[in-house]
């Protein structure tokens, strides 16, 4: 075992420059073929071969549309996965005893389940989105860097290997097993423990950095000079504000993760002391990994609030209140979330002095996220609401923040985290924001942009039930968990067998959470069957306005592009020649009027 981790180690160093060769043969970055190719390309360079068919287009293709798709769906199997995982922890918590799946397969469930719900599920589905509709959004005919966008897209799938590595090869190698570190692997526990599980998954995790920080630089740059001619920054929709901002995190933050976990490897490997006791210490790692973890949550929220903004208001049949104000809340945002990453450490004995600068900025950060539900309430409010199953979860996104938020304020005050910390508190307000808050966003996108990308229609009903499901489902889960937080149950923990305190009280509010998680479940099966059978068989949309947008004046570029796109299909089905330019006057980026 003491040779398989360096060996591991020295195969993936050598992939990675393997890698980096390979991107220093590619001659045009934004090339759609290869340079051998032979088709001819505009003035920017790229070419106009029609796309292959079959598992080659997918395998090749630099389409922003594609590759949005293919982040979709690596976002969802990997959703599945985490899911998966969860359900096991949570029956096995369903009675005091560790009866079911044992202490050491609940801590590798944990494990993978935290790590893949927010590198491989989270950032790729807003990935997903924001490429699909981003040059969209904005005028562009592509991402300014197609074959970068493509990169970053492929380094996800060896990258959830390599996390899950240690899960999938344990039944066929005895000394690998799943990494049971949680997902900040502090040491010393992440350094002591004996698995080259672990290696596998701090090298994925290095792998999926790597890939966020292409995406984000991909971008910064389509959003800065890819805009159509009349989309400037005061015309540039939120959701495209909300990516600038969060790509701009990802370049400040992803990076020092990847050299903590460097650091975290030779220390395993090589024998280092960055974060022994002898050495920088432990608290060290908390300090480098928290700088990157908590501008993480807002790298996850940011763009979900800005699909709300955009969303939101097309069904309340009135702009959204207060844009500017949007725009500079999500931009102080992005500099705040830098400075509030010690309210994790507050139970750690760091500096009182320290502690309270933290504690004022962590509070104070909670200023521009109220703003901007102040705003979502004020749209709502006399417009004319349409509850459509976009709205119902625009809806439920802004409900389950307000829950989410709320928590997290009082988790800000150092005397109330000192007795909530690492309890079941902490659990309810991380899964509020990401289950109940970014997942909804994410599902009103689905549903909402459903026409753009399928050409067809899914059924309403059965959206509305996986609403309905979702929002109990994620109250009945995780609001038990905020009354096991003031009861003093830890998190993290497989059984609660006591033999002195509140077990009964822990056991009734433990099954109320798991029913809670099947209901949630169930509700994600109705999504899957109505998306599948949807997309296959739905009735085929026969407007490029599926939504009646334009009678509000909310009309985006997006579904103009749609239009377009029917009216060539139309053409080309009944043999007549493609049209390239809508009827009227050209719809603005984000509905607003003109001066």
């Not at 509850?387 to 109330?416: H, K, Q, S």
Request: charged share 10%; proline share 5%.
């Amino acid at each position: 075992m003491a040779t398989v981790r360096p060996a591991l180690t020295v195969l993936m160093g050598l992939l990675l420059l393997g890698v980096g060769w390979w991107l220093t043969r590619i001659e045009d970055w934004q090339s759609y073929t290869p340079a051998v190719g032979g088709a001819a390309g505009h003035e920017s360079g790229r070419g106009t071969a029609e796309k292959p068919s079959g598992i080659v287009r997918w395998l090749t293709t630099v389409d922003h549309k594609d590759i949005g798709i293919l982040y979709g769906t690596f976002g969802l199997l990997s959703f599945a996965w985490g899911g998966v995982a969860v359900l096991l922890m949570r029956t096995e918590l369903v009675t005091p005893p560790v009866d079911l799946l044992g202490a050491t397969f609940y801590n590798a469930l944990m494990t993978t389940h935290g790590i893949t719900m927010l590198f491989l599920f989270g950032t790729p589905i807003l990935a997903a989105i924001s490429n699909y509709l981003i040059p969209l959004l904005i005028g562009a005919d592509d991402m300014a860097f197609p074959r970068i966008n493509a990169i970053a897209f492929w380094l996800l799938p060896i990258a959830a290997l390599l996390i899950w590595g240690g899960v999938l090869l344990e039944p066929f190698v005895g000394d690998i097993s799943g990494a049971q570190t949680a997902w900040t692997m502090y040491p010393p526990l992440s350094v002591e423990q004996a698995n080259p599980g672990i290696d596998l998954m701090l090298l994925g995790l290095h792998l999926s950095g790597v890939s966020a920080t292409m995406g984000a630089i991909n971008f910064i740059a389509t959003i800065f000079t890819e805009r159509g001619e009349d989309v400037s920054w005061a015309t540039l929709d939120l959701f495209s504000w909300t990516v600038l901002v969060q790509s701009g995190q990802i370049l400040f933050s992803f990076p020092l993760l990847g050299s903590a976990l460097v650091m975290l490897l030779l220390d395993r490997n090589f024998g280092t002391q960055f974060f022994a006791q002898a050495g920088g210490g432990t608290l060290l790692w908390q300090h480098l990994f928290w700088f990157f973890g908590h501008p993480e949550v807002y790298i996850l929220v940011l763009p979900p609030m800005g699909l709300v903004s955009l969303i939101l208001p097309r069904f309340s049949g009135r702009k959204l209140f207060g844009f500017k104000f949007v725009v500079y809340s999500t931009l102080a945002l992005g500099v705040l979330s830098f400075g509030v990453w010690a309210h994790h450490m507050f139970a750690t004995g760091i500096d009182p002095r320290i502690r309270a600068s933290f504690m004022a900025v962590s509070i104070a950060i909670a200023l521009p996220s109220a703003v901007k539900v102040f705003n979502w309430i004020t749209t709502m409010w006399n417009g004319r609401i349409r509850l459509t199953a976009p709205m119902l979860f625009c809806v439920g996104f802004v409900a389950n923040f307000i829950v989410g938020g709320v928590t997290g304020v009082f988790e800000a005050a150092i005397p109330v985290d000192l007795v909530l910390h690492d309890t079941y508190h902490v659990v309810a307000h991380f899964h509020y924001v990401i289950m109940g808050a970014i997942a909804f966003a994410v599902f009103a996108a689905v549903y909402y942009w459903f026409p753009l990308y399928t050409g067809r229609m899914y059924q309403r009903t059965l959206a509305k039930a996986h609403f309905w499901l979702s929002m109990v489902g994620t109250n009945v889960t995780f609001f038990p968990m905020i009354l096991l937080g003031y009861g003093g149950m830890p998190r993290r923990y497989a059984g609660y067998d006591l033999t002195v305190g509140p077990a009964a009280y822990f056991a009734d509010l433990h099954q109320i959470a798991t029913v809670g998680v099947y209901l949630l479940a169930l509700g994600q099966l109705v999504f899957v069957w109505n998306v599948v059978t949807s997309w296959l068989e739905g009735p085929e949309v026969e407007d490029g306005d599926p939504w009646d947008l334009a009678d509000d004046g909310l009309l985006t570029h997006e579904w103009a592009w749609f239009e377009r796109k029917r009216e060539t299909a139309l053409a080309a089905t009944d043999g007549g020649e493609a049209t390239g330019a809508d009827d009227g006057e050209e719809p603005l980026p984000d509905g607003g009027e003109r001066e």
